[in-house]
């Protein structure tokens, strides 16, 4: 990181508190992704840089509907009855666009 111009400097959320520090410690926005990198690692094992977004992608709409697994479960038909199914191809092809074609 240091090669790369980028001041790395580790902080805790108790010692910016005491400190009074005026930089945001954001503690949701930590533990948002330490859950997801704990999903893919529990769930999936190992993710390839090409298919990371679709996991993304999927855990977005599992964490956003966690509240109501129902309506998830609902959501999920709905939008599987009005969609085609999506190909292992359109899944797996590189670039922004590959990303909008499934929508």
Do not use: C
Not at 1 to 10: E, G, N, S
Not at 77 to 100: D, K, M, V
Request: charged share 25%; no cysteine; proline share 6%.
């Amino acid at each position: 990181l240091a090669k790369k111009d980028y001041d790395y400097r580790p902080r805790s959320q108790r010692a910016a508190k005491r400190a009074d520090d005026a930089d945001p410690v954001m503690p949701r926005v930590h533990r948002a992704i330490s859950n997801f990198k704990t999903w893919l690692r529990g769930t999936h094992r190992s993710v390839s840089n090409e298919q990371l977004q679709v996991y993304l992608d999927e855990f977005t709409f599992r964490y956003n509907r966690r509240s109501t697994p129902m309506a998830a479960f609902q959501t999920l038909l709905g939008l599987g009855s009005r969609q085609p199914p999506t190909t292992y191809r359109q899944i797996t092809e590189n670039g922004r666009n590959a990303r909008h074609n499934l929508s």
